[in-house]
């Protein structure tokens, strides 16, 4: 029987199966693909640059051990890495197991100019008026990795943020952008990944902050002249961790400072994490150029978690409560809220307050009422349907006249605000969102979202229509 790379790769896999934990093994080797064996050589296949760092980092001893039992001393590893985007440039990194001298991505040392070292320099988180550079990191310590359960639907989210706390703008996850949906753990995942790069590298400055704080900082500063200085404390950051990056959209200002921020720190070896709602390529009113570069390092997204995980999560938010629970009734809880991490554990909570305060005993018959409950008022308030019914109530007016054809103004305006909420509480389309509000376009949805953006920054009556909904939206 010949010897073929992937009958040598086969055996190397069985016994790296038999020594490491199966998850690791599942997310590190399954992607790997055998691609030749020459002169004793055996070359593999990588997804990404980081795959081959983490590898090399990692498992660099039991991948020596392994290839050697087959081909010998004298075997060789060569890596071959397939990324994206390189525009043509396929040569490939390569290396021998025997030197594991591993990728060098150290950033160079570049001097900030001195007038961004001068104690002069504004700081958008203090009050106005004290001179302060002391920048407060604003992370949350309660989010972090020991309490950020692993899962399928979270693996390589959660192993690229912990390469890029352990080694912050030296991997090529730079930028990081973790996106997802509603309460799957974006937000808390970054504070992680901020919260262990503050303990592990307490000299470096990182900095968390949400988007649209980013933007009205932003505004701020332009409105009282100090636009260079907004720019120049953002360029001293180490590590900056922005959340929601989605709402830069349709905000041509704030899109273009940060550009030029994302440069420098890119530039000099900085790390970026954002966290976004949705990929790059579904981003609306975002600058090309802006988008380009959140695709430069890796985007990871968040799924919803598979039974097992969130059996892990409930079992986990027990345990940090001190609160037993028998099995069966976790399993059933597990079973019925699929959707994200915030609505099952809310339900789990709810369960744990109706038996404290009614002292009934946890029984599935309590725990199909709380989760049928709960999963109805879920249901509700992602609905298009009960979007336009809270918005139709709101103005006095029925459906049919929030649907209607009329051009009067407070019908538009009421329409838009249905369109507007459509698109921000639920995963709808423009195109869909259109469809159920009055048979519109696609086009009419992204101008209704547009006008209300506007009218509430803009018109006071108008942005109480906005606030007012919103708690009932939220209720």
């Known amino acids: 029987m010949s010897i073929t ?8 896999l069985e016994f790296i199966k038999d020594n ?28 990404s640059k980081f795959f081959y760092e983490w590898l090399e980092e990692h498992y660099v001893k039991i991948l020596k051990v392994s290839l050697t039992k087959e081909l ?17 440039n396929k040569q490939p990194f390569t290396e021998k197991i025997p030197s594991s001298n591993r990728l060098g991505l150290k950033s160079q040392d570049v001097d900030i100019p001195l007038n961004n070292k001068s104690p002069q320099l504004r700081n958008p988180f203090v009050i106005p008026g004290i001179r302060n550079v002391k920048i407060e990191s604003q992370l949350n310590p309660n989010y972090s990795f020991e309490n950020f359960l692993e899962g399928d ?13 352990a080694k912050p703008g030296g991997t090529s996850f730079n930028p990081l952008l973790i996106f997802g949906g509603v309460g799957l753990g974006k937000t808390h995942l970054a504070h992680a990944i901020g919260v262990d790069i503050k303990d592990k590298y307490p000299e470096k400055t990182v900095l968390y902050i949400s988007a649209e704080k980013f933007t009205q900082q932003y505004i ?12 120049h404390f953002y360029q001293i950051i180490d590590v900056l961790i922005i959340d929601d990056v989605q709402f830069l959209s349709g905000k041509t200002g704030t899109q273009d400072v940060f550009f030029h921020i994302f440069n420098h720190l890119h530039q000099n070896g900085k790390q970026v994490v954002l966290t976004s709602d949705k990929a790059p ?38 345990y940090r409560d001190g609160v037993e629970m028998p099995e069966d009734i976790i ?27 009614n002292k009934k005993e946890i029984t599935i018959d309590l725990a199909r009422t709380i989760v049928e409950k709960f999963v109805k008022n879920t249901k509700r308030e992602v609905s298009i349907d009960y979007i336009q019914k809270v918005v139709s109530d709101y103005f006095q007016m029925d459906i049919d006249t929030l649907q209607s054809k009329t051009r009067k103004r407070h019908i538009v305006q009421a329409r838009q605000l249905a369109m507007f909420f459509a698109k921000k509480l639920t995963k709808a389309s423009l195109a869909s969102i259109g469809s159920q509000i009055g048979k519109r376009d696609h086009a009419t949805v992204l101008h209704a979202c547009k006008t209300v953006d506007n009218l509430s920054s803009t018109d006071k009556q108008f942005r109480k229509y906005v606030e007012d909904i919103t708690k009932k939206l939220s209720v």
């Open 5 to 12: 790379a992937q009958s040598v790769w086969n055996n190397c």
């Open 20 to 47: 490491i934990q199966p998850q690791a093994y599942k997310t590190w080797f399954e992607p790997i693909i055998a691609v030749k064996l020459t002169d004793n050589a055996l070359s593999i296949q990588v997804p």
């Open 72 to 88: 010998g001393e004298t075997a060789k590893l060569v890596y071959i890495i397939k990324m994206e985007n390189t525009y043509g």
């Open 153 to 165: 639907s979270n693996r390589l989210a959660r192993s690229a943020g912990l390469a890029v706390a």
């Open 220 to 231: 701020d500063a332009v409105k009282k002249n100090n636009r260079n200085d907004f720019i």
């Open 281 to 318: 390529v579904d981003m609306q009113d975002i600058e090309q150029r802006l988008l380009s570069r959140f695709k430069w390092g890796l985007s990871a997204e968040l799924q919803n978690p598979d039974f097992e995980t969130r059996v892990s999560i409930l079992r986990n938010k027990l």
């Open 331 to 357: 399993e059933y809880v597990a079973k019925n809220i699929k959707s994200n991490v915030r609505e099952l554990e809310g339900a789990i909570i709810s369960l744990i307050a109706q038996s404290s305060f």
